[in-house]
């Protein structure tokens, strides 16, 4: 009988490609969770839970991503300022009508992704 051996990537075998995603039309959640896979690699049979095994990812038209029922109008970011009583909110439609509509999608794809080492990478 012949003891198979589990495969762990080292650095020199990750090979790391470009993606781009053009997010115009499609829903956000959907999008974020095929980003933060595609970041962390998971999509790959040589996947390696401690090493960055995940591909560069480019998304364009962040501005024109969807969010279903009455989220564009209802959900909201909650940011602290670090003085008391400094919460400050935003809806997410003023968020992608101003100057920086890629922080929707940016949000979401962070939040999907774990808080560790490799995810703050």
């Not at 198979?4 to 993606?19: F, G, L, N, Q, V």
């Not at 909650?78 to 929707?104: C, F, M, N, Q």
Request: hydrophobic share 35%; glycine share 10%; with cysteine.
């Amino acid at each position: 009988m012949v003891a198979m051996r589990t495969y762990s990537a080292k650095a020199s075998d990750i090979e790391k490609k470009w993606i781009v995603i053009d997010a115009d039309g499609i829903v956000l959640g959907r999008l974020a969770s095929v980003v933060a896979t595609r970041l962390r690699g998971k999509h790959k049979p040589t996947y390696t839970p401690h090493m960055d095994c995940g591909d560069n990812v480019i998304i364009v038209n962040a501005e024109k991503v969807k969010l279903t029922g009455n989220k564009r109008a209802n959900k909201t970011y909650y940011w602290h300022t670090g003085y008391p009583g400094g919460i400050k909110s935003r809806k997410a439609g003023a968020i992608l009508d101003g100057k920086h509509p890629e922080r929707v999608v940016s949000k979401a794809i962070e939040r999907m992704v774990p808080k560790g080492l490799l995810g703050r990478r």
